[in-house]
């Protein structure tokens, strides 16, 4: 049974969730632990912190963060965002993140997925990879790094397979051209993606209806499902969220 | 005397534990992370818990001797649990490491999930119930629980076999064999399904020390 995972994205600035959630009742609209005890209890599958931090000062506030939602939360978590070496992702895993997500350093450097997946398993090492349309890439899409402002000429069919080679246990796959559209996921390329790769794919970047977290794992043959604003704002919970994929045929735990 | 069990979970230097402890807890024990034989020894409860690969498992827990310590603990009758690669190196070995032996609690392989499906199984996935065991005491069907593995135990004659889940085809996720419960997947991953698993397990470690 393949049951598709439905993952709330939370923006973190020096250990606080910015670009508001707008939950009812909510004490601090800011703090990750209450929020992340929120979408548990809605029945979010996992989460995903994206620390962006700018300053590496603020890294030890990530830290500590990462405990704090270990302390009090008892689904899975991921924390992406400004992991340059083995050393940073070994402080977030030892203080509870289940998985670290790197982008930017792994372009950089490969060896770093290689080095966290040895130490920590492939499953604790998600290569987070934000791709946009470009004719020359031979797959149709180029890799971005820094937020998608940099190009970087690697196709990006060619770096999710080495980067399931070097040991990435999850690709998550962000669309820069869908990214804050609202109009669905980019499904040619997330398809293209998840039957590349032996690894679980999480879609993300464009999800504005509930219909297009359908659609991702429908069509783009996604495992999981990412989104931020669709929750967040109070739009839509994770339990309608799931209930239109089970209506659409899709295994979901339930709410 | 705090009332509540102790439960050692042996730390073996390996990955993240903190969520084991802190899980242990919430579910009303006196959780403690340690390699300490007298710990270990007065401890109501013992959990391995286990991330990564199995052959760097094993090594460590053969550094630490806390290979020895574990047998001695399942031999004793103290309830005893194992998580994800805690229960697979139970098992007499591996698929992933060829050559390396595993503890042998369980006397059959590990071998990795078979058929075309993506591997690691990372997901929530039903348990399907093969045994009235109390590990999974308290909860009503369907229970869910969250699975990150590529490799699983062989089903043997199915005489320990607590639950599978469907992935290709059943995959054994929880074994029990007298004071001995092991769990593929993660209760201290599993939300409130798996806080009630390590209540069980916490009850069962307050009865026996308590006898």
Known sequence: MRVARVIPCLDVDAGRVVKGVNFVDIRDAGDPVELAARYDSQGADELVFLDITASSDHRDTTVAMARAVADEVFIPFTIGGGIRTLDDGRRLLRAGADKVSVNTAAVRRPELVREISREFGSQCCVVAVDARSSPEA?????????????????????????????????????????????????????????????????????????????????????????????????????????????????????? | MTGRPLVAILDYGIGNLHSAQKGFEHAGADARLTADRGLIDAADGVVLPGVGAFAPCMAALGRTGLDDATCEVVASGRPF??????????????????????????????????????????????????????????????????????????????????ATCDYGGPVVAAVARDNVWAAQFHPEKSSRVGLRILANFVAAAGAAGAG
């Open chain 1, 138 to 255: 031979p797959s149709g899409y180029e890799v971005f790094t820094h937020g998608g402002r940099t190009r970087t000429g690697i196709d990006c069919l060619e770096w999710v397979t080495s980067a399931e080679r070097l040991g990435a246990g999850e690709i998550l796959l962000t669309s820069m051209d869908r990214d804050g559209t609202k109009e669905g996921f980019e499904l040619n390329l997330t398809s293209m993606v998840s039957e590349a790769v032996g690894v679980p794919v999480i879609a993300s970047g464009g999800v504005g209806t509930l219909d297009h977290l359908v659609e991702g794992v429908t069509e783009g043959k996604a495992d999981a499902v990412l989104a931020a604003s669709i929750f967040h704002y109070g739009e839509h919970t994770i339990a309608e969220a799931k209930t239109r994929m089970a209506e659409a045929g899709i295994t979901v735990r339930p709410a």
């Open chain 2, 81 to 162: 649990m194992g998580i994800c690669v805690g229960m697979q190196v139970l098992f007499a070995g591996s698929d992933e490491a060829p050559g390396t032996p595993g503890l042998g609690v369980f006397d059959r392989e590990v071998r990795w999930i078979p058929g075309p499906v993506k591997r690691p199984q990372m997901q929530w996935n039903v348990l399907d119930r093969r045994l009235d065991h109390p590990m999974l005491a308290g909860l009503d069907d369907p229970v869910w629980a969250y699975f990150v593995h590529s490799l699983a135990p062989e089903t043997g004659d199915g005489a320990d076999v607590v």
